[in-house]
Nanobody, 123 residues
């Protein structure tokens, strides 16, 4: 059974940084993509970043490019999201997810999800 456990969320002032972690178990992540998504109150869940588990290729939307960095530690089966220059509009619940296949930003194509971790950025 695949389990994804996020951690590292919290309250931070605008301009600050946080690093989220997603520890994965119960799955062999050879040719998969790991993604980070977020959902703010009253808004749809949106794509934040993704990384190829095997090659380390990374993908970001323009809204976070240059501020967020996704990385992975294959030995620990863990994916990270380093967030810098945080803005109040980054406030959301952040989720990690597994895509068993090629890269996509489509939420429906990610099969396994964590429970989420809250990130709150104060102005």
């Amino acid at each position: 059974q695949v389990q994804l456990v996020e951690s590292g969320g919290g309250l931070v002032q605008a301009g600050g940084s946080l690093r989220l972690s997603c520890a994965a178990s119960g799955h062999t992540f050879n040719s998969d993509f790991m993604g980070w998504f977020r959902q703010a109150p009253g808004k749809e869940r949106e794509f934040v970043a993704a990384i190829s588990w095997s090659r380390g290729w990374t993908y970001y939307p323009d809204s976070v490019k240059g501020r967020f960095t996704i990385s992975r530690d294959n030995a620990k089966n863990t994916v990270y999201l380093q967030m810098t220059s945080l803005k109040p509009e980054d406030t959301a619940v952040y989720y990690c997810a597994v895509r068993c296949g090629s890269m996509t930003m489509a939420i429906s194509e990610y099969k396994y999800w964590g429970q989420g971790t809250q990130v709150t950025v104060s102005s």
